[in-house]
């Protein structure tokens, strides 16, 4: 049981011999979710340790970096550890019930099973559900999140004697309701990014081994949208290495990427479709899931080689000059406040 930014997801793996047991199961799950004390005794006595890496180690900044990309919406925040404390079962089932017994679902099943067979299975289990809601609601106020203004340069501190910290540079761009032709043009414009950053970093100035840059855009809100460069590495070099890859985004917008740059980002992934396309997980996560409430989805995937095939040149610098600009950019260091002892 699983929950994203709009859905809670419910999933299972079996083999076709079990199929009719595994729904059984995951009926018995919708319709007794099981509330037990023990089970909230469980994760209360693992909130001190939690808390204790958020104050001690960069998953704390990590998170507070995920709340403010998000303004600080109370749904993206850690909230205080006496708040946690004191949610009880009588909380969880007031939120949990209303989508357990009446609001829309999906049903997706994929793999190697017989049509008839598992028609009868799903019947006989899920199909035994009252019936429900036939659409989710809008929820049009509830995603309109905004980003946070930039550009910007935050330090982000945590109580640690370890030399250690991150670099991260973030560029706004937009949710994925833009399309998902951009989308994988994001994609690739991160990867020419990502390779620039390893030689710049890593080979030319040494001072990162495994920085990485990525395309993040959220589904559910159509705001929440960014390129994320990442680099971990020292407090001394953390501010430069900041401003390096801010840089390196510049250059980007100025001078566009190469040929040569787009051939060795596409490569890989036109490379690696072949075998997407064979697997169950991207045809249930990243094309059945949804596919009722957007049936567009399944376009999606009939289009998927080709359009990677069509990506020019020209797609990737334009979008570098829409969205690499300094002007759009947030930095933020994540930094020990503690010195770490002369010997150490």
């Known amino acids: 049981f699983t929950i994203s930014e709009d859905t809670f997801a419910l ?39 939690f808390y204790s890496q958020l104050r001690h180690t960069q998953q704390g900044p990590f998170t507070l970096l995920r709340g403010a990309l998000r303004s600080n919406d109370p749904r993206f925040i850690v909230p205080p550890q006496e708040t946690l404390t004191s949610y009880t079962f009588d909380d969880t089932s007031a939120w949990l019930t209303p989508a357990l017994t009446s609001d829309y679902m999906e049903l997706s099943l994929v793999g190697d099973f017989e049509m008839d067979k598992a028609t009868a299975a799903i019947a006989a289990t899920l199909g035994t559900l009252p019936s429900r809601k036939t659409e989710k609601p809008a929820l049009t106020a509830e995603r309109d999140i905004p980003y946070p203004r930039t550009p910007s340069e935050t330090i982000y501190p945590f109580d640690s004697r370890l030399n250690k910290s991150s670099s991260i540079v973030l560029w706004q761009t937009t949710g994925l309701t833009s399309g998902i032709q951009e989308s994988r043009r994001l994609e690739i414009l991160a990867e020419i990014l990502n390779d620039r950053m390893r030689e710049k970093l890593r080979e030319e100035l040494g001072a990162a081994y495994s920085p990485s840059a990525s395309s993040i855009q959220s589904e559910a809100l159509p705001n929440i949208g960014f390129i994320q460069a990442y680099s971990p590495g020292t407090p001394d070099l953390t501010p430069t290495v900041s401003r390096v890859i801010r840089q390196i985004g510049i250059d980007l917008v100025s001078k566009g990427a190469t040929q040569d740059e787009l051939d060795r980002a596409l490569t890989p992934y036109i490379t690696s479709l072949d075998e997407a396309l064979r697997s169950n997980s991207y045809w249930l996560a990243t094309v059945l899931a949804k596919c009722q409430e957007q049936p567009k989805r399944l376009q999606w995937a009939r289009d998927l080689k080709d359009d990677y095939m069509s990506i020019t040149l020209e797609d990737i610098n334009r979008l570098a000059e829409k969205y690499l600009l300094p002007q759009h950019s947030i930095i933020a260091n994540l930094m020990p406040e503690t010195e770490p002892p002369a010997d150490e």
């Open 11 to 49: 999933s299972g793996a079996t083999t076709p011999a079990d199929l009719l047991l595994q729904l059984q199961l995951m009926t018995a799950q919708i319709t007794s979710p099981g509330y037990r004390e023990e089970s909230i005794r469980q994760f209360r006595s693992g909130l001190p340790d």
